[in-house]
């Protein structure tokens, strides 16, 4: 299986803070890697696919980089309402694997 | 609007079975493949299991392989997974999932509120 490593574990960012989330595969995954932000009690929203690919109505502050083995979410700006926690999903073999997740609060 | 709603989550006892349903609404079900992930009260995300548009392809986990079974009915617009053995294990709130279009790339692009699953005597 491929190994999903992310990091870190936890942030904590000001207002308008340039922040970065890490996710480190096991093997090659050629971009095939998302990002989504779960709120408290709430279900996954998808971020970006395809390693830098903007979803429909997610703010420009946020994008993805990265091939091979290392991609990063960059949000440019924190905002309030980015709170929350963020997870990594690789796509590109069986079984799909999600990195741990990283908790981002407001400092 | 595109709308996954689950559904037939509940208390179980160990070794007993569920089957969980989601319906899907705001666009062509038949043309997505679907999933099915599940979350353990405070953890991460599991992938559990995956089903091609026309039933033609499907995967497990192998936490579930064996046990669990992944469905759909086109023409109900629903999704299934049909969950025997439970383990205390299984405990978890189940999400429908739809495949994102992309060529090539593998992501969930809509998510139902989940379901929960809990598995205890």
């Known amino acids: 299986d491929i190994q999903m490593t992310q990091s870190p574990a936890s942030l904590s960012a000001s207002l308008g803070e340039t922040i970065s989330i890490e996710c480190r595969a096991s093997?090659?995954?050629?971009?095939?890697l998302a990002w989504y932000q779960q709120k408290s009690g709430k279900s996954p929203q998808l971020l970006i696919y395809?390693?830098?690919r903007l979803q429909d109505g997610v703010p420009s502050r946020f994008s993805g980089s990265g091939s091979g083995t290392q991609y990063s979410l960059k949000i440019s700006g924190m905002q309030p309402e980015d709170e929350g926690d963020y997870f990594c999903?690789?796509?590109?073999?069986?079984?799909?694997?999600f990195g741990s997740g990283t908790k981002l609060e407001i400092k | 609007e595109v709308q996954l709603v689950e559904s037939g989550g509940g208390l179980v006892q160990p070794g007993r079975s569920l089957k969980l349903s989601c319906l899907a609404s705001?666009?062509?079900?038949?043309?997505?493949?679907m999933n099915w992930i599940r979350q353990a009260p405070g953890k991460g995300l599991e992938w559990v299991a995956s089903?091609?548009?026309?039933?033609?392809?499907?995967y497990y986990a192998d936490t579930v392989k064996g046990r669990f079974t992944i469905s759909r009915d086109n023409a109900k617009n629903t999704l299934y997974l049909q969950m025997t053995s439970l383990r205390s294990e299984d405990t978890a709130l189940y999400y429908c999932?739809?495949?994102?279009?992309?060529?090539?790339?593998?992501?969930?692009?809509?998510w139902g509120q989940g379901v929960m699953v809990t598995v205890s005597s």
């Open positions: 705001g666009f062509t079900f038949s043309n997505y493949g």
């Open positions: 395809a390693a830098n």
């Open positions: 089903i091609s548009s026309s039933s033609s392809y499907i």
């Open positions: 999903l690789q796509g590109s073999k069986f079984p799909f694997t």
């Open positions: 999932a739809r495949l994102g279009d992309y060529p090539g790339i593998t992501h969930f692009d809509y």
């Open positions: 093997e090659d995954i050629y971009s095939n």
